[in-house]
């Protein structure tokens, strides 16, 4: 089914009750993109991805990310079976990994012979984790503000172990997830994937449940018919949803992390 060319209405299913801006309009564009030409990617696309990542804010200065710009295809191939054998993770021509880093600040304190013993809490990785984070997504909005596309993996936290040792971690760093990057293949167009409703996710003043059920039943309703204009028939929404987190063993892995993440050097005190 061909998609309207209102990103708004494509996110939502209704026209846009707002002004929408130049910026909102490339957001609105997002896709996750998994098919790309063979084209490179080039280092000024890197450089400046590297850039609008640290432009992003970070707690307190303190910079306790990395990332690592990877094309070599035996180290990809090697990744995308880590990340269960994802096939664009092996096919991106550059892949990102987005890393939670301590290593360096333990370095500096060693440097300095001071403590950095608080990098050894809960609170340092999830610290690192949520700036990593807000980095990668400006990265992702340079790259697609070039044309790039691009399309994130969680699958690297699959064995966090066996990914560090691949890229050469020292203890202190963890890979949180990947970005498959390049320029998308036009022969398999990815289609701009509809949202909950912002009221769903938008509380004032106060959280709120009202109309949440009827939100849901909304969007499922909208995502049905866009799975099936893609030629696809999924279970409902809110169904795949519960299903991905039934329990541990659908966490492919990952209900490990804890453990790989003190084998790595975090204690999580
Ligand atoms: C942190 C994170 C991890 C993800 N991991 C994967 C992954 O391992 N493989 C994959 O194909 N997509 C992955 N995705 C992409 C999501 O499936 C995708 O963003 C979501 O279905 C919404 O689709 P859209 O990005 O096209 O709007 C990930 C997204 C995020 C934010």
Known sequence: M???SDPWLQRYGVAAPVDVTPQLEQLLQHRS???YLER???DDS?????AAAQSASTSSNLQLWSVLAIRDPERKLALARLAGNQRHVRDAP???AWVADVSRL???GERQQAATE???YLEAFVLASVDAALAAQNAAVSLESEGLGLVYIGGMR???EEAARLLNLPEGAMVLFGMCVGYPDPASEAAIKPRLSPEVVLHRETYSTAGEAEGIAEYQRRAESFQQGQGRHTPPWSQQCVERMADGTTLTGRDRLKAALRALGFALR
């Open 40 to 42: 490179a990617v080039s």
């Open 94 to 96: 550059l892949l990102l």
């Open 158 to 160: 699959n064995q966090p």
């Open 2 to 4: 061909a998609q309207s």
């Open 106 to 108: 333990r370095r500096m």
């Open 118 to 120: 608080g990098s050894e």
């Open 46 to 50: 890197l450089l400046r991805a590297v």
């Open 33 to 35: 993109i998994r098919q």
